[in-house]
């Protein structure tokens, strides 16, 4: 297991990937622990003041005008987060989980929001055990904060709620007896601290990043092969023609094209031939993926500063002695990217299904009609075309923006909501319906790569071709899709597999 130590206020996506991709161990640089004390001490400080001062002895939302007696503060705070425990819906993914309890635990340790470290220590010690609680995907709007599916986090902190170890769902008590950990007793704000804030909606979003990473490396991939399939040519990936259009990402993009069909023996065959251009769907590989690639950088960027922000409310200035209210919990930075993040997955899958309908047209490819010999009495690849047209559709609906959309709560006192939970849940889908297109294409493109024997492919290719073949054979009559877009997806397109090819640097320019 991969071990990290953290320095709150500057996690890096290598960090947050880890998590995602599997269990870490963490541990928190020894320096923040001062701020976190002095931050706590400064909330006792305030109350010992008498004022009354919002989350910490008054109400919540609309009801921030009613105080709280002092005997009342540990009861207010719980319950505070057994009553904003109204999620529903599918459980959020583990990996999402990890996350959420990262960011979550990061966010506190920066020392602006006055819990005690037996709070952080908690989180912690549940993160490095496995312990991720069964937190509901719906139930936020992204302001204030992502309350409902925190609460159900911190529902398990306290020895409450249900959450998963190694996979096996039970009471969070039993898990927390099991390992040694204490149940929370929270104090003064603790429970507020720890269901607002924006940590769901940006590790969902951050989720659709790490898998748009893999989609999008892995078409370009595909993009490449459908080139040499259908004999187009690599002229419109000169760089020449690039360079002059100032835009990096096309320029990155359109390198990356160039390796990836570097030394193809079917380019050269063809390469003083009569055809003047090629279709968009090939031709524009650079233009469209490397719009779709600043959209997919910036979102990145955006979402790192999110990951490291302290987006409760309110906050305490320890220096200062000042506790504000603010908006922090908003989470319109993150919805928006999320947009941004569904357009470039959808504009990805729907360049693909385009190349795969030009593939199976005997007109645009010159290859057998639907790929596939003895056609009439063989379909081949017409109906799997036919799911990524359905897949693609369904993709263009989904990047509807949400975060234009807003439906006042709380008694109007949240009047403008982000709806970025959402905005960044519907990646998940996306991704997924987006790297069955790129299957689809994978295997439509090898299918073609295989009607030019004995002319081969670039080495680079080749080498794609040879995994995909390993398990699945040429289409020589026609047999069931299913498993075969399922594979492909799975252990070509989601892993990385392939992906790798494009180069790292498309994820770090330099």
């Known amino acids: 297991m991969q071990k990290f130590c953290i320095q709150p206020g500057s996690l890096s996506l290598e960090i947050l990937a880890a998590a995602f991709e599997g269990p870490i161990e963490i541990q928190l640089e020894s320096q923040c622990w001062e701020n976190v004390k002095r931050s706590h001490q400064a909330v006792l400080d305030l109350l010992a003041s008498g004022d009354s001062i919002y989350g910490l002895n008054t109400g919540f939302g609309l009801l921030a005008h ?20 109204a999620g529903v819906g599918d459980l959020l993914e583990d990996s999402v989980v990890r996350l959420v309890m990262l960011l979550k635990l990061a966010s506190l340790a920066r020392g602006y929001s006055g819990v005690r470290p037996a709070v952080i220590e908690s989180l912690v010690a549940c993160f490095n055990a496995g312990v991720l609680p069964c937190i509901p995907s719906q139930g ?99 760089e020449r023609i690039h360079e002059i259009r100032n835009h990096r990402a096309q320029q990155d993009c359109a390198r ?48 790192v500063d999110e990951a490291n922000a302290v987006s409760d ?14 908006g922090n919990f908003h989470a319109q930075p993150v919805a928006m990217v999320a947009d941004m993040l569904a357009n470039a997955i959808a504009e990805i899958g729907s360049l693909s299904e385009r190349r795969i309908a030009l593939l199976i047209d005997r007109h645009l490819s010159e290859l057998p009609s639907f790929l596939t010999n003895d056609g009439g009495l063989n379909s081949g690849f017409m109906i799997p075309q036919v799911t990524a047209a359905a897949l693609t559709s369904e993709n263009k609906h989904l990047a509807s923006s949400v975060s234009v959309d807003s439906l006042p709560t709380s008694a109007n006192q949240e009047d403008h909501v982000s709806m970025a939970t959402y905005a960044a849940r519907r990646l998940g889908p996306m991704n997924e319906n987006a790297a069955k297109i790129i299957a689809i294409e994978l295997l439509a493109a090898c299918q073609g ?20 073949r390993e398990v699945v054979p040429f289409y020589e009559q026609d047999r069931p899709f299913h498993d075969d877009i399922s594979w492909v997806s799975q252990n070509m397109v989601c892993d990385r597999r392939i992906g790798s090819l494009v180069g790292q640097e498309l994820w770090c320019p330099t």
């Not at 193809?264 to 055809?275: A, G, L, N, T």
């Open 66 to 85: 009613q105080q709280i007696p002092a005997a009342d503060l540990a009861q207010l705070q719980l319950n505070l987060v057994r009553s904003h425990c």
């Open 313 to 326: 409310n309110p906050l305490v200035f320890f220096e200062e002695g000042a506790i504000l209210s603010g």
């Open 449 to 468: 790569i295989e009607f030019r024997l004995p002319l081969k492919t670039s080495p680079k290719l080749t080498s794609v071709y040879q995994q995909l």
């Open 256 to 303: 990356a094209y160039r390796e990836l069909l570097r030394d193809s023996q079917i380019r050269q065959s063809h390469r003083d031939c009569s055809r003047v251009q090629d279709p968009y769907s090939l031709r524009c590989q650079p233009q469209v993926m490397g719009a779709c690639l600043d959209s997919i950088r910036h979102a990145g960027r955006v979402l």
């Open 140 to 238: 936020s709007v992204g302001a204030s904060g992502d309350l409902a599916p925190l609460a159900h986090m911190s529902l398990a902190l306290i020895g409450e709620g249900s959450v998963r170890l190694q996979g096996v769902a039970m009471p969070a008590k039993e898990a927390l007896d099991r390992l040694g950990i204490p149940p929370l007793v929270l104090g003064p704000k603790e429970g507020l601290a720890l269901i607002n804030g924006t940590q769901v909606s940006t590790s969902l979003a951050l989720a659709g990043f790490f898998d748009c990473q893999k989609v999008f490396s892995a078409a370009v991939v595909a993009g490449a092969m459908s080139v040499d399939a259908a004999k187009g040519s690599d002229t419109p990936f000169d």
